[in-house]
């Protein structure tokens, strides 16, 4: 079987396996914890806008989520932008177990108003929209389908300019499911299987 490529590039699973959800939670340079945010609208003066530089289509926080590389900006750099899809649909999910049901309540918590984010109501509203519900409707954040929508949306309204086609999401939602780095990587990639522990001699995610 072929290696699975990410970007033209292969990455050695210490780096793709980490995933423990912690949704905000990173080690700064010198290796104490600190807590963020799980994510704010950043865009650039000039260029390409941060979630692009970054891979990372939602501006998502370091939170140890598979395919994480490094932190730029106070926001996680990711392998490629398909793990940055796949870090949305587990962060989705993530929400829903801690009891966010509505639009509304699920903004606040990514991009929350002490974090100076004025525009959370647009944001919520655009969100809302492409759902077709209202801001303080329940939604179910695990379900597929409410996140082929909702992904787009955000990765948009974050400033992300890449790929965001239907086949690309359900990557993204697909390899979620998942936790094992050689089934994410060949769902991401569309690829064969390939086992990066037997090059690297790293265990794999249990």
Do not use: C, H, W
């Amino acid at each position: 079987p072929r290696p699975a490529v990410i970007s033209n590039r292969a990455y050695p699973s210490s780096l793709l396996s980490r995933d423990n959800d912690r949704g905000g939670s990173g080690m700064n340079p010198f290796g104490a914890r600190r807590n963020y945010a799980e994510g704010g609208v950043i865009r650039a003066a000039n260029g390409l806008s941060l979630a692009d530089r970054n891979m990372n289509p939602g501006n998502i926080r370091p939170a140890g989520f598979m395919g994480e590389t490094g932190v730029n900006s106070g926001y996680s750099t990711y392998a490629s932008p398909e793990f940055g899809l796949r870090a949305m649909s587990k962060l989705s999910d993530t929400y829903s177990d801690k009891g966010i049901g509505t639009v509304r309540d699920y903004i606040n918590r990514y991009a929350p108003p002490s974090d100076n984010n004025e525009n959370n109501e647009a944001y919520a509203n655009m969100v809302a929209q492409a759902l077709g519900v209202g801001v303080d409707d329940p939604v179910d954040f695990k379900n597929p389908e409410v996140k082929k929508a909702l992904i787009p949306a955000m990765a948009q309204f974050e400033g992300y300019k890449g790929d965001l086609s239907p086949e690309l999401i359900n990557q993204g939602i697909a390899a979620g499911g998942t936790t094992d780095v050689t089934k994410a990587n060949e769902l991401l990639s569309g690829v064969d299987s390939f086992d990066p522990s037997n090059l690297f001699g790293i265990k794999k995610e249990k």
